[in-house]
């Protein structure tokens, strides 16, 4: 999946640009959209872009001045610049530069598609280039320091004994300051082991920039630890972007499947054998749901519930509880469940109305997670769900409450045992966000901030399990729900359009009358 940024102050131009690269790219792409220079910024800052799409004069910073930021920071990054007839200077200044091409607005769409895939051609000839470099010498280094670095995972090595030896050891990462821990789970062939740690190492270097420093360790048979130290300060969204990039390279260059977690924040090294096992848990249940995944987890507690999150209304814990659930988190899901019953365990009246209405918001939200995963044949089996809606049936709320723990812990096993329903799951959370965020951002980025996965990641598994493409099944709910709201209310046409998504009028009556035939106003009228 290639990232690919569009910049205009012409919203119309900007809407224009969006549909016709969602439906005419001939691979993947995640599309980001601004309208001025200052707005992209804030996508630069925060995505490994592989093509940006601009304007050159714009208000406040020009389409030259964001090149010139860019290329400051990645100078990989390709540049078109759409251009009208009299902005030849600035063309003539641009075409200096590497990896720009310019168009003028009046060209046809072909050659803008043209134009994107041969930005992507270089891309993949640079790609095999670094793949091509002196692999020996990056053998060897890998080598020299691997086994340092996996004797402080572990602890055998004091963290003292490892800074006197780091100085010889040509490591990159500067382990007196914090870092990421990333970990990937990757299928290698063992005849080709070091050749592909290798490729990774290259491919990881490349990408991660000079932004960040980073070292890298084999450890056992499938697992490959990075350490990731930032250079300025960044955000763990960051560096999961360009994890994301490091799985489509190795996938596309090397032939590797694999899953990657991250911690979502930086820590001391010194706490890496305490926070390494966590890691290594969480990157091989990911790796069940199938390749492609990079996932944050919170080294503290892998999404640790804190003291206001317990003190929510009784609603918003349950919400927690479930966002739990889709995301298998284990370990907080019990700890969350077992504060939540903690007034069961305490006893009381069976009649207590308060103690009855905990059990049954709970049972639901089990219940709900259940019908809307795959395991709703295959759970009874483990344990019977009867009693989800029979507290009485107990002989105290105690047992009620060790019930519903185990029902709980059935839910998790079971969708160990079964990938396909885990990975339902997480389908089954991309459509509640999509439809309580309709008028909101949903745009890859988005999604894969809410569920802590990649958006590439997201898109494929979207696709192969519901069998539609991402951006179209958001794009036809978005219409079903306007044409409810035309049939169903007096709400003026542009907030219908806004409360959808559609910012821009003009062009939500031009996709309203591409769907059904006509414009909105026309099927107000006839009452369709």
């Given amino acids: 999946m290639y990232k ?5 102050d012409e919203r119309p131009v900007v809407s224009w640009l969006y ?6 790219l001939p691979f993947e792409a995640d599309i980001y959209t601004a309208y001025s220079a200052i707005d992209a910024l804030k996508t630069v800052d925060k995505v490994l872009l592989d ?7 714009m208000p406040r910073m020009s389409g030259l001045e964001l090149m010139r930021y860019i290329h400051g920071k990645r100078d990989g990054t390709h540049i078109i610049f759409l251009t009208g007839y009299n902005e030849f200077d600035s063309v003539y200044e641009a075409i200096g ?3 720009v091409q310019y168009l003028l607005k009046t060209e046809d769409d072909e050659a803008l598609l043209e134009a994107i895939s041969k930005s992507v051609s270089l891309i993949e000839a640079k790609r095999r280039a670094v793949l091509a470099a002196n692999r020996q010498d990056c053998l060897l280094r890998l080598l020299k320091t691997r086994d340092m670095l996996i004797d402080l995972s572990n602890n055998a ?6 800074m006197d030896s780091a100085p010889q050891a040509s490591l990159a990462v500067n382990y007196k300051a914090e870092i990421y821990l990333a970990v990937g789970c990757v299928s290698f062939t063992p005849e080709k082991r070091y050749d592909m740690l290798t490729g990774l190492y290259l491919l990881a270097t490349e990408v991660m920039g000079p932004g960040f420093h980073m070292d890298q360790a084999d450890y056992g048979d499938e697992l490959v630890l990075w350490f990731i130290q930032a250079v300025t300060e960044t955000d763990g969204y960051e560096v999961v972007d360009r994890l994301d990039r490091l799985i489509m390279d190795a996938a596309g260059h090397l032939e590797l499947e694999m899953a990657i977690v991250v911690s979502g924040e930086t820590f001391l090294p010194e706490s890496l054998p305490l926070i390494l096992p966590a890691a290594t848990t969480q990157v091989k249940r990911l790796a069940q749901m199938g390749s492609g995944a990079v996932a944050a987890f919170d080294h503290t507690e892998v999404m640790a519930v804190t003291g206001d999150q317990i003190a929510l209304k009784l609603s918003s814990q349950f919400s927690i509880l479930r966002q739990l659930l889709e995301q298998d988190r284990r370990d907080d899901c019990l700890s969350l469940l077992c504060t939540l019953l903690e007034p069961l365990e305490r006893g009381g009246s069976m009649n207590d109305v308060l103690l009855l209405e905990l059990y049954l918001s709970v049972a639901l939200t089990l219940l709900s997670f259940i019908n809307a995963s795959r395991i709703a044949q295959s759970l009874p089996f483990r344990v019977g769900l009867g009693r989800l809606s029979r507290c009485h049936d107990f002989s105290g709320w105690p047992e009620a409450a060790d019930y519903l723990l185990e029902v709980c812990e059935s839910i998790f096993d079971e969708m160990k045992e079964n990938p396909a329903a885990k990975r339902g799951s997480v389908v089954t959370a991309i459509i509640r966000f999509v439809e309580n965020n309709l008028d909101g951002d949903l ?3 988005a999604i894969s901030r809410e569920l802590h996965y990649n958006a590439s990641y997201i898109s494929r598994l979207f696709k192969a399990e519901y069998g539609q493409n991402l951006f179209d099944y958001i794009s036809e709910l978005r219409l079903v729900r306007a044409a409810d709201a035309l049939s169903h209310s007096l709400e003026p046409i542009y907030s219908v359009a806004k409360s959808v998504g559609f910012d821009n009028p003009p062009y939500f009556t031009k996709v309203f009358k591409r769907t059904y035939g006509v414009t909105p106003q026309e099927y107000r009228e006839r009452g369709l």
């Fill in 4 to 8: 690919i940024l569009i910049v205009d």
């Fill in 443 to 445: 745009s890859l980025t």
């Fill in 19 to 24: 549909e016709l690269l969602t439906r005419s």
């Fill in 97 to 99: 530069h590497d990896n």
């Fill in 157 to 162: 090595i004091s963290f003292d004994s490892f």
């Fill in 51 to 57: 093509i940006v799409i601009s304007d050159i004069r």
